[in-house]
């Protein structure tokens, strides 16, 4: 079955440094995503991208936060400046259209800000 | 109006009970109702969805049923077994381009032997 591939799996970087997160979404799929999950909590939307550009965002992607799809086969999630508070689990995820149901999540990436 | 409401956090049944999560969603435009299963250290995984024009769906051991009147909805796992152990979302989408999955707070469950 097809995936949706993150990587790393566990990142761990100092607060003020960048970082890049990778996905490698399913290959057909058009609309891609990226979540966040702070321990212990409910899975957040960040931003959804398609045809090269952001097509929403909520209000945690503020600044610090961009997308780009540099190829055709991956996605990535840079934050500019880590903080304390971006210590959370991030999921990609893809969808074939924007109409079709089912969204495929990756594994994530634990990152961990110290 | 966003936001979608679950309970309760935490839930401990034998093995064969029959668990119930439930959620509650503000937005009418919403129109369609997944819910996933999250295993530690993985993704959220699609367990069954639901539109507002159907009551009720049933897969396998998974049934969902939803009160549109009531803007509610519920999971129910029929026989649960120690496997389905895992946290349980549900979340709510308005299948316009590209829209957002919004998540309720998530049902840690557990299945005793």
């Known amino acids: 079955e097809p995936e949706v591939t993150q990587t790393p799996s566990h990142q761990v970087t100092q607060m003020g440094q960048e970082v890049i997160l990778r996905c490698v979404p399913i290959s057909n799929h058009l609309y891609f995503y990226w979540y966040r999950q702070i321990l212990g909590q409910k899975v957040e939307f960040l931003v959804s991208f398609y045809n090269n550009e952001i097509s929403e965002k909520s209000e945690i992607f503020d600044d610090q936060f961009s997308v780009e799809r540099p190829d055709g086969s991956n996605f990535t999630l840079k934050i500019r400046s880590t903080k304390l508070e971006d210590s959370a689990m991030y999921f990609c995820?893809?969808?074939?259209?924007?109409?079709?149901?089912?969204?495929?999540f990756g594994s994530g990436t634990r990152l961990t800000v110290v | 109006q966003q936001q979608v409401k679950q309970s309760p956090q935490s839930l401990i049944v034998q093995k064969g009970g029959i668990p119930i999560i439930n959620c509650a969603y503000e937005n009418t435009a919403f129109d369609y109702f997944p819910w996933y299963q999250q295993f530690p250290g993985k993704g959220p995984a699609l367990l069954i969805a639901i539109r507002p024009d159907v009551s009720e769906k049933k897969e396998g051991r998974f049934t969902i049923s939803f009160n549109k009147s009531a803007k509610q909805f519920s999971l129910h796992i029929m026989d649960s077994q120690p496997g389905d152990s895992a946290t349980y979302f549900c979340a709510a989408h308005k299948e316009t381009s590209g829209s957002r999955l919004t998540f309720g707070e998530g049902t840690q469950l557990t299945v005793n032997p």
């Open positions: 995820a893809s969808r074939i259209t924007g109409f079709s149901l089912g969204y495929t």
